[in-house]
Structure formats: structure tokens, C-alpha cells
């Protein structure tokens, strides 16, 4: 059986974060592991507080976990602050797995969740290492002079953009584009959307398929959770995927 290790926060409401990279890694049929960040706060309402997790802590959860489960993808989620990004790009540079980066920043209901002196670092030591990194348009608009330089594929998720379809964009660092359409489902429950979709294409990469064939199945499989999603209400405020 794969192993996806995920490196992310802790959503306590199970709707995002480690929890929801969890589930999503279950369903693919893969054995996911995980690495503690960030502890989090928070229900489908939003994000009341989060607290890092001591760097050295996390450091020891890395070593610990690949020195006996040696994953078959990694996926990145939230980084809190510079010593954590510091501590998992070290623990990344000899990780011949295929790694995802899911870049949270700023939480839907806007609370910032990454220190603004990480970012810099992370487009500088992180990206490089990453196989793919997964903006959604205000994280693509906020890195796009790093995006730039950078020699690796990123997917800018256009589920913010105006209109009645999303187009999301997987740009090769050869300059090749493309496109995945899908008409907007109109839905309050998308808590955990960019998780499970960053989880999604770890579990397929780690499966074997190729980038393309990996965002394209994890597309698909969002989209059938979305749409599972509509009827359900779980929580008061902006309910998780199912």
C-alpha cells in the first residue's frame, strides 16, 4: 500500500487541514501519516485562534515518521511561521517522493495562518522542491514574482474567479498550459476544498499516475464530493466536503 505523508495544520471541526488530508488519502487507498504544524482553532464558522508548533517538535515528528514509513508522495499544507518552513525543507531535500504544496496562507473566513517573513523562504527553499504547488487567485496574485522564477508546476485554482466556471490552470515549468473546466456548483459547504484537492492528486501521484493524469482524477474527485456536499449540513457556517 502507498504511504502519503501529510505535513499540514489540525482542523479540529475535521473539515480541513490534517484531518481532511486524512480522509481524502483513506478514500484514495493509500496509508496516510502526518506531521503536526499548527494547531488550529476553528469550526465551518471560521478560524478563532491557531498556535504553531514548536519547530524542534516538528522536526522530531519528520524524522521519527519517514525514518520508518517512507511515503510515496508528500503533501504540504499549512506552514506557520520560518523555523517550521526551515525544519521541512531540510526534512524534503532528500525525499525522492513527488511533493504538493498547498499553500495556506489566509483561511476563507480571513485569518492569516502563515507568518508573512515564511513566505519569502518557502518560494526561495520550498518550491524547488515541490512537484507541484497549488494556488488558489489570491495566493497566485500574492507570489506571482515568485512564480515566475520559479522551475516548478503550479496549478492555480480558479474556483474564486467571477463567473459561472472554473478554470483551473496547470502550468509546466516548460511554459506548456492546461486547462480544466468545471461549471461552478453553487454550494455553503466548501470548508476543505484546496486540502482535499492537494491531497487528492499526493494520493494519485503516489499511485503512479503522471501530473496531468493526477490532477485531472483529483479534479473529478472534488467535484463529486462538492456536489455530494450540496444537501449536507454539517456545522452553522461553511460546511466541510464529504
Not at 488519502?25 to 506531521?35: D, F, K
Not at 485569518?111 to 517573513?117: A, C, G, I, K, V
Not at 518550491?127 to 512564480?147: D, G, S
Not at 492555480?156 to 461552478?184: C, I, N, Q, Y
Amino acid at each position: 500500500m502507498e504511504i502519503v505523508m501529510t505535513i499540514a495544520g489540525s482542523d479540529p471541526s475535521g473539515g480541513a487541514g490534517i484531518q481532511q488530508d486524512l480522509k481524502t488519502i483513506t478514500a484514495h487507498g493509500c496509508y496516510g501519516t502526518t506531521v503536526i504544524t499548527a494547531l488550529t482553532s476553528q469550526n465551518t464558522l471560521g478560524v478563532v485562534s491557531s498556535v504553531a508548533v514548536d519547530a524542534d517538535v516538528v522536526a522530531s515528528q519528520l524524522k521519527t515518521v519517514m525514518g520508518d514509513l517512507v511515503p510515496s508522495a508528500v503533501k504540504v499544507g499549512m506552514i506557520p511561521n520560518r523555523k517550521v518552513a526551515e525544519i521541512v525543507v531540510e526534512a524534503l531535500k532528500d525525499c525522492d517522493a513527488p511533493v504538493v504544496y498547498d499553500p495556506v496562507m489566509i483561511s476563507t473566513s480571513g485569518y492569516e495562518l502563515m507568518d508573512s517573513e515564511a513566505v519569502d523562504f518557502i518560494a526561495e527553499h520550498l518550491f524547488p522542491l515541490c512537484t507541484l504547488v497549488t494556488p488558489n487567485i489570491p495566493e497566485a496574485e500574492r507570489l506571482k514574482t515568485h512564480m515566475k522564477k520559479a522551475t516548478t508546476a503550479f496549478l492555480v485554482k480558479g474556483g474564486h474567479g467571477t463567473g459561472s466556471v472554473s478554470v483551473d490552470r496547470l502550468m509546466a515549468p516548460d511554459g506548456t498550459v492546461w486547462e480544466f473546466s468545471t461549471g461552478k456548483i453553487a454550494s455553503s459547504n466548501l470548508h476543505g476544498t484546496g486540502c482535499t484537492l492537494s491531497s487528492s492528486i499526493a494520493s494519485w501521484l503516489a499511485k503512479g499516475s503522471s501530473l496531468h493524469e493526477a490532477v485531472a482524477k483529483a479534479k473529478e474527485y472534488v467535484t463529486l464530493a462538492i456536489q455530494r456536499s450540496v444537501s449536507h449540513g454539517i456545522g452553522h457556517g461553511n460546511g466541510p466536503l464529504i
